[in-house]
């Protein structure tokens, strides 16, 4: 545990950083920001706002080396520079999340996974938020959890966790842990190892003891075999599509079912559920099971799955001009998520694919492209691996630099009846600030047409 009033540094001062710093200062700590880069009009104010010290487009080695704790931003690598220099002088370096729970006696449902973890995490939070439970969302998705908890503590904490927060948070220990499932993802921080990325995750239940949850979705290889094969303390509850569980949830035809001990706890209808295809249907139990462990009552959980409105950037309906629908999936940035999104598919497709590639093996989607794809329109600097690997099999290949043009193809190539899926399957940071502002971008060049 810090001691108050040691000296507390932040690195990056986006989203988390400033949350961490305010937060910091607000429990009466010594606090220094250091940000390599320009930092935001919104944060800079709130920091000046605050009276905390920081610096931008620099880091000033000895001050940030003279820190008790270093509080850092997970879009920061260990293998920067002045990580690997606080690492060798021995100084304690967290995450935000890591900081921030030190202060909150909240029960924690934290949600992890290559995909589907920010639908999951937002159905969880509407969930215990319309069943009245005193409860706050944040993490990876909406505003840090530092943020959240300058104003008061909850009940509940539902939290969005990526890799790379898990990687700095070594005493996360929720009272309900999700782990969706482990595909090949930002393996350029994990020296392209999927084991290693696989651990990354599985810190998400390391520390939870017999009276906590691990919710886990079975029919995910990676995960599953990981987990069974781990020494790992909580209550286990299984998630499937594949087969009838006894002890977890399930779904066959026509149903979604939550046994418990062989004893029925929830059942309600798959066509109820307002998010269709089977990713949907993992974080719907996902997120049944985790209100059901909470005791929440059954109607209550029906009618939050059926009325649940779906985030911005995943598998998002945008129009439909001329016969054609346009969907924006900007946040597919790996290949498991334009897997889901293509398996989805029910009408012909022109696909709109590329950005920063992140070591994809584009193999995966070799059978759901012949099907499904009449024409790829590359939205990249660097297309080359997306045409070598389809070259073959879809006869119409195009190229865009900006999202208007990529729309403008698409609008003359895509027939009535088909739809125009911006799933991109890469990074978005080669043309884009990130997948909000691909996503968004895309979204105006359609609503233009």
Request: aromatic share 8%.
């Amino acid at each position: 545990m810090i001691k108050n009033n040691s000296h507390i540094v932040v690195l990056g001062a986006g989203e988390s950083g400033t949350g961490a710093a305010l937060l910091a200062s607000q429990k009466g700590y010594s606090v220094f920001v250091s940000d390599h880069s320009k930092i935001d009009a919104k944060y800079k104010s709130e920091l000046l706002k605050a009276q905390i010290d920081f610096e931008e487009t620099q880091h000033s080695e000895s001050r940030i080396l003279s820190a008790q704790t270093i509080i850092k931003s997970p879009g920061i690598p260990n293998t920067a520079s002045i990580v690997q220099k606080a690492i060798e002088k021995g100084i304690e370096i967290i995450s935000e999340i890591e900081f921030a729970l030190r202060f909150s006696k909240a029960k924690v449902i934290a949600i992890t996974g290559s995909n589907g973890k920010t639908t999951t995490t937002s159905m969880c939070y509407h969930i215990l938020s319309q069943a009245g439970l005193d409860v706050a969302v944040g993490g990876n998705i909406g505003d840090s959890i530092a943020r959240i908890l300058l104003q008061k503590d909850y009940d509940y904490l539902v939290i969005e966790m990526s890799s790379f927060q898990l990687d700095d948070s070594p005493s996360i220990k929720p009272y309900i842990a999700i782990l969706l499932n482990i595909t090949a993802d930002h393996l350029d921080r994990y020296e392209n190892s999927i084991e290693k990325y696989a651990l990354s995750k599985l810190q998400i239940t390391t520390n939870q003891d017999k009276d906590d949850y691990l919710i886990y979705n079975i029919d995910d290889e990676v995960s599953s075999n990981l987990i069974e094969k781990s020494n790992l303390n909580p209550q286990k509850i299984k998630t499937t599509l594949q087969q009838k569980l006894e002890n977890g949830a399930y779904a066959d035809q026509h149903n979604l079912i939550i046994n418990h001990n062989n004893k029925t706890q929830f059942t309600m209808s798959l066509n109820e559920l307002a998010l269709q295809g089977k990713h949907n249907y993992y974080n719907s139990m996902a997120a049944a099971v985790a209100a059901n462990l909470i005791g929440l009552r059954k109607e209550t959980i029906k009618a939050c799955l059926t009325n649940f409105q779906g985030q911005p950037h995943r598998m998002e309906f945008v129009a439909k001009i001329h016969g054609v629908e346009y969907i924006n999936d900007s946040k597919a940035t790996n290949v498991n998520s334009a897997w889901y999104a293509l398996e989805s598919m029910r009408k012909p497709v022109v696909w709109i694919a590329g950005g920063k590639d992140k070591g994809n093996n584009y193999g995966e989607l070799e059978h759901l492209v012949k099907e499904k794809v009449t024409a790829i329109i590359c939205l990249g600097k660097d297309n080359s691996k997306i045409k070598k690997a389809f070259g073959s099999i879809v006869e119409e290949i195009h190229e865009a630099d900006t999202a208007y043009k990529a729309v403008q193809k698409a609008y003359r190539i895509a027939q009535k009846d088909q739809i125009v899926l911006l799933s991109p399957c890469c990074a978005s940071f080669d043309l884009f600030e990130d997948y909000k502002d691909r996503g968004d971008q895309f979204k105006e060049a359609v609503k233009a047409l």
